[in-house]
């Protein structure tokens, strides 16, 4: 009774497990369902990418601080402590031709210094003062008794040269043997003042002597003159509105506002080079949605955020311009309503104008960090470039040596390398329109580039103009630079195409009809003929598959996947090219995948699994050969294609838990639980599965595996590839194992088994004394037996298909040689010669070993790991409730 109750329980749990096996496919993989789509499938990708974003956003709070307030600090210092451009030219250039450009000329302009005097009397009135004023100027004095000051002067040069030019400044000789006294100036001709500041000493010394008095003086001051007369040179102006020219490094503000533009910009290349170096950005495209879609979605969520940096850039510009006490700082300008309004304009324009240029750009860092530092040292470092070749360009212009009547030939290349640089660059191009708004503000500034640079600007200038100082060519730039970046981006994307219209353009005629001939024998139209490569080295069952794909045409519409003659080369590293200079990782892989079947991808490290699988997602172009997918080629067209992905790596976006992921890709675990339930979102008609459970404790892989057989159920094709035998041998309707870019076998399990398998696997447990024994009886009983292997008294053989028994039955059938074995260990174990024994058929990873091994392209392995770090907000609880169930309700995508 109690075995007849165990037998009935174990029978309803294995109904109930079928039962739960068919709910599965039913209610999760069912085909009745209505897919979105036309425009508003597209609204919905467009609006869940860009929810995307936002919550990228809000988790990259740090990123996004540093975009909206990095900015807006610099701004508000930059208007707060920069001072105006006169006052920078001031400081920077104190010269003749520089108003407030004043010394006054008194001895310790000089400290410190030893001034040398001499007096033919001892007692001597002029002397005291003259010591006592030099003394409260804080220089030394050296008195000598000789009236030759010039003689001690040069003596101290042997001493060293350096006292002799900087310490002695000045000299001093009083002499009194006439009726009125004489005093003498000495100086030095090394600094320009010396002069007029020792006639300044000795004016004041006579001055008190005379008035009886040490407290009166008499001040020296240089004051340059500035003559405003018609006779005026253009030097004289240039060099009074010096400020007025965008040189560095008295334009300023331009060049900090073009700095804060590249910093924001430059924020923006982060995201969208993570996307693409995880390859988040390609598990997105995999769902059908276009490159189009993706980049526009991109577009629209950073131009929101650059306008409203814009926007508080511009206020804050507005107030500084209106409460800053200084009126001749740069900002002042923009008190004006047209000013600030194409102030906002300009960013605006820059915005648009730099969004592709990051897209394009983006593609080739392979670190985000790295791309953000080095983006923003280029715009940096041009915009400074900018200034340098105009700072060059003007004193070219305003050197003595230049013509007034026209403009030098230093002058001219400036002015062009500047215009390439303003085309390159849109934040070159940026700087310059800011630069225009300050001269067209300034007619004083106008007319002294005119008397410089031979131009004929006007002040009166409409500000969309094209000519100078308008910011209308400035804007045609911009307008340009948008549209080169984004057709840049466009051939991107579609390098490969490109590429293959390049390479069809450069052959001749007869190279022409040779391809069209091979397309139209890939295409079946030409049944009859294979292609000239040898497919005599491959096994059967291989050599057999190809020719079904080549010569049957109806076949790659009924297939649900048709690979046919696949080729993917790849070009060696220097000094690895000994005979060919490329590297073949699929060498003319052929195979066709039905539908409601699960297709088993094996080989070892090396053998072109991970090359294969990128081809048939489309991630890399096949260099010959067609993949077919639901009768559509996918290197033609991926749209409308259903496919499913579940990477080796994962391709996941770090910043989203499982949730947020499952809503982007229309609906988690681990991430390998998160991947896979990814590949299955809304039902597609074929799935890829790169090694699924690689990873999962033993609970979650035998969940998985019971999804993908209810996939596989329910009508989906399944392609995976994976290192465990057990996993393909409980999956695989059809396994195929690779060696060098190529199958060395194909077929279901049980035909593989029977074909490469050396028969059933037998351990027999005999005691030591009786082993020797026990292997002469069992070789004698089943002559052809091999043993393999014996440790601590375990006997591992192999028993073949056919044996030859001793009563000299020949060809005994499977079940008769079967029978026999356990005929012969069931004998011996009631003998007691043996404790126990197990017979099993060869399995999968006994033949993959056998047959793939090492593959000895390991050192080529052509795969690509992507490493992430691990997702927030993982929870195991909710994860596996959710994979368990993989709802799909929430059809974001289909």
């Not at 000299?171 to 090394?190: A, E, K």
């Not at 304009?345 to 969004?355: A, C, I, Q």
């Not at 070993?849 to 770090?869: F, K, M, P, Q, Y």
């Not at 997702?871 to 596996?880: D, F, R, V």
């Amino acid at each position: 009774l109690v075995e007849e109750e165990e037998e009935e329980e174990t029978n309803e749990n294995k109904q109930d497990q079928e039962k739960s096996k068919a709910n599965l496919a039913k209610t999760v993989f069912h085909r009745n369902h209505n897919h979105i789509i036309g425009f508003y499938l597209t609204w919905i990708r467009l609006f869940t990418l860009i929810i995307k974003r936002w919550i990228l956003s809000r988790r990259q709070i740090f990123v996004l601080l540093g975009f909206l307030l990095g900015p807006l600090l610099i701004e508000i210092i930059t208007i707060s402590a920069l001072p105006s451009p006169k006052d920078i030219q001031a400081s920077l250039l104190q010269n003749e031709r520089i108003k407030d450009a004043q010394v006054t000329l008194i001895p310790s302009i000089y400290n410190p210094q030893t001034i040398v005097i001499y007096s033919n009397e001892t007692d001597n009135q002029i002397k005291g003062y003259l010591r006592n004023y030099l003394t409260n100027m804080g220089a030394n004095i050296d008195e000598i008794t000789t009236n030759d000051i010039t003689d001690y002067v040069l003596s101290r040069n042997n001493d060293s040269y350096d006292t002799y030019v900087n310490k002695y400044q000045m000299g001093f000789s009083i002499d009194r043997s006439s009726t009125s006294p004489t005093l003498n100036v000495f100086f030095s001709t090394v600094n320009y003042h010396t002069m007029a500041t020792g006639l300044s000493v000795a004016t004041t010394c006579l001055f008190q002597y005379y008035a009886n008095s040490s407290s009166k003086s008499i001040q020296t001051i240089n004051q340059p003159i500035l003559t405003y007369s018609e006779s005026v040179t253009a030097r004289a102006i240039f060099y009074d509105r010096i400020y007025c020219f965008d040189t560095v490094p008295l334009s300023l503000l331009n060049f900090i506002n073009g700095v804060i533009a590249s910093i924001f910009i430059s924020i923006l290349v982060l995201n969208v080079i993570r996307e693409r170096i995880s390859h988040s950005k390609d598990l997105q495209l995999l769902t059908n949605t276009s490159k189009k879609l993706y980049w526009f979605s991109n577009f629209l969520y950073d131009l929101t955020l650059c306008l409203i940096i814009s926007a508080l850039l511009t206020i804050v510009v507005k107030i500084g311009s209106v409460a800053h006490p200084n009126s001749e700082v740069e900002v002042h300008i923009y008190q004006g309503t047209e000013q600030i309004g194409y102030f906002f304009l300009l960013y605006v324009m820059y915005s648009l104008t730099s969004l592709p240029f990051v897209y394009s750009y983006s593609f080739i860092p392979e670190s985000e960090l790295i791309g953000f530092i080095m983006f923003l040292i280029a715009n940096v470092l041009a915009c400074f470039f900018d200034m340098v070749l105009g700072f060059i360009a003007v004193f070219s212009q305003a050197s003595p040596s230049s013509s007034p009547d026209q403009m030098s030939t230093t002058t001219q290349v400036m002015l062009i390398l500047r215009s390439i640089l303003a085309g390159f660059f849109p934040t070159v191009n940026f700087k310059q329109a800011l630069f225009n708004i300050r001269l067209r503000s300034d007619a004083t500034c106008v007319t002294a580039i005119n008397s410089i640079m031979i131009t004929n600007y006007s002040p009166d200038e409409p500000w969309t103009s094209i000519d100078q100082p308008g910011i209308g060519l400035q804007l045609v730039i911009f307008s340009a630079q948008t549209v080169f970046w984004w057709t840049i981006l466009a051939c991107i994307e579609n390098r490969v195409k490109i590429g293959q219209s390049v390479c069809c353009c450069c052959l001749n005629r007869k190279e022409l009809k040779t391809i069209n001939r091979k397309r139209k024998q890939m295409n079946g139209n030409d049944s009859t003929i294979a292609l000239e490569w040898d497919d005599s080295k491959l096994d059967k069952d291989v050599r057999d598959e190809r020719r079904i794909i080549l010569n049957n045409r109806e076949l790659s519409t009924s297939a649900v996947v048709l690979v046919r003659d696949l080729v993917q080369q790849f070009k060696k590293r220097k000094g690895k090219s000994l005979f060919s200079p490329y590297f073949t990782a699929v060498d003319h892989l052929n195979f066709y995948v039905s539908k409601q079947s699960c297709f088993g991808l094996l080989g070892a490290n090396g053998a072109g699994k991970t090359t294969t699988f990128r081809m048939l997602i489309n991630d890399i172009q096949p260099t010959t050969g067609e993949i077919i997918i639901n009768g559509k080629n996918i290197n033609q067209t991926k749209q409308d294609i259903e496919m499913g992905f579940c990477p080796q790596f994962d391709w996941l976006i770090e910043d989203l838990n499982v949730v947020e992921t499952l809503n982007l890709f229309a609906s988690g675990g681990n991430k390998r639980k998160l991947s896979a339930a990814v590949a299955f979102m809304a039902n597609p008609s074929l799935v890829f599965l790169d090694e699924p459970t690689t990873g999962l404790d033993a609970g979650a892989k035998r969940k998985l595996w019971s999804v993908i057989r209810a996939a596989r159920d329910a009508g989906l094709t399944i392609i995976m590839t994976s290192h465990s035998m057990e996993e393909c041998e409980a999956l695989c309707s059809k396994i195929g194992i690779m060696k060098s870019g190529q199958f060395i076998c194909l077929g279901n399990l049980q035909h593989l088994k029977n074909r490469f398998g050396k028969g059933y696997a037998v351990q027999v447990k005999v005691s030591l004394e009786r082993m020797n024994e026990f292997q002469q009886e069992l070789t004698r009983i089943l002559p052809g037996i091999e043993i393999e292997d014996e440790q601590n008294g375990v006997l591992f053989c192999n028993v073949p298909f056919s044996l030859s028994p001793s009563n000299n039955i020949q060809n005994a059938p499977y079940s008769s040689n079967l029978s026999l074995v356990f005929e012969v260990l069931n004998a011996k174990k009631e003998q007691n010669i043996i404790e126990n024994y197990s017979v099993t058929q060869t399995t999968l990873e006994q033949i993959f070993i056998r047959l793939a091994g090492h593959d000895i392209n390991d050192d080529d392995t052509l795969t690509e790991v992507a490493t992430l770090s691990s997702q927030p907000n993982l929870n195991t609880e909710a994860i596996n409730q959710v994979f368990q169930k993989i709802v799909f309700s929430y059809l974001l995508w289909y």
